[in-house]
């Protein structure tokens, strides 16, 4: 036995000293695209969680991997410690919803496929909806590289379509909030799919979808807690992921935009969504790069264009179809 098998069959202690070694009523659902060896060091975390979770579900949407990667996945997949399924469509919020229709467990926790975290991660998000029964989502702390924990304001809107939109995720104060990130986001399982799970007409680089999903979570009368305990460092690794789709900034295609479009149209009042567009517009132009390199910039307005124009159709076609439902 090397010492990770030991660490995880470490028995634990209640609060009246007994013995426990229980897993977690929690099904971790890792989703990968391209990922190699920092997605075994991700796995590695998850599997050395003390006290593990129940089950680990791998959703794995890659087409080939790096000979090490597969047999390394293959031998935990044999093992049982994980259930590895593959995908041939590459999307994030197809490939979540899989996880959480597969999952066995009433708590399901998504973690981006390029993490760090300490051994009780699991423990603290499983503890968060113990201790606030009322709450549907906990979204824990995401350190991008170079960040640390701290107390700071929010100074981003609370309410609206913007609300959270710029949340400081690597804040240190627990507190209710109105928006998530997927890559470190638990759930209770049944009222997630009961709002439908994630929208999968987020396509592309899917941006924005877990804050609509954050949205219609609220709207169902759900609350989301922000736990600042259940801490990760998010890597950002320099392959895979969405970075397998290219740069935006030198792109006409509308992939890039559409999610974000199709968010504020979907979500959004009509004056309040065309402001919120026309914005992203301007801001996706005024690049520290475009003003360097100003003959991108007509390149990229026609991607944002054609990102406007199929979010909003997206949207309009979306809401029809939610009104002939409730007929």
């Known amino acids: 036995m090397n010492h990770k098998d030991a660490l995880r069959e470490r028995p634990q202690r209640t609060e009246n000293g007994v013995l426990d070694n229980r897993p977690l009523p ?40 790096e000979a090490t990667t597969s047999r390394q996945l293959h031998s935990w997949h044999a093992q049982g410690q994980i259930h590895w399924i593959r995908l041939t469509e590459p999307s994030i919020p197809k490939s979540m919803n899989h996880g959480l229709a597969l999952a066995r467990e ?18 603290a998000h499983a503890t968060a909806h113990g201790s606030h029964p009322q709450v549907v989502a906990v979204v824990g702390q995401v350190l991008q590289p170079g960040e640390i924990s701290q107390s700071v304001p929010v100074n ?50 899917a941006y924005r979808f877990e804050s609509e999903f954050a949205r219609r979570l609220i709207a169902a009368g759900g609350e989301i807690l922000f736990c600042p305990s259940a ?19 030198t792109s006409a295609d509308p992939k890039y935009g559409i999610g974000d479009y199709y968010f504020a149209f979907l979500c959004g009042e009509c004056g309040e969504a065309w402001r919120y567009a ?45 009104r002939n439902e409730r007929r």
Not at 291 to 315: C, D, F, N, Q
């Open 26 to 65: 929690v099904t971790v659902v890792v989703p990968t695209y391209h990922r190699e060896s920092v997605l075994l060091d991700t796995i590695d975390v998850v599997l050395e969680q003390d006290p593990p979770p129940a089950e680990v579900l791998i959703v794995d949407q890659s087409p080939t991997h």
């Open 106 to 123: 009433p708590i399901v926790l998504f973690l981006d496929d390029d993490v760090t975290a300490s051994p009780d991660l699991v423990s």
């Open 156 to 205: 981003c809107p609370r309410t609206g379509l913007s609300a959270d939109l710029d949340f400081p995720f690597f804040n240190s104060l627990e507190q209710p909030v109105a928006n998530v990130m997927a890559g470190n986001l638990s759930v209770k399982r049944e009222f997630a799919l009961q709002i439908g799970g994630f929208d999968e007409n987020f396509t592309g680089v």
């Open 231 to 249: 801490s990760i460092n998010h890597l950002r690794a320099d392959r895979g992921g969405t970075r397998s789709t290219g740069s935006h900034l």
């Open 278 to 322: 026309l914005y992203r517009m301007y801001r996706e132009v005024r690049t520290k790069f475009h003003l360097t390199h100003p003959w991108w910039i007509p390149v990229k307005l026609v991607g944002e264009l054609r990102a406007m124009y199929a979010g909003y159709s997206m949207a309009k076609r979306k809401r029809r179809e939610a």
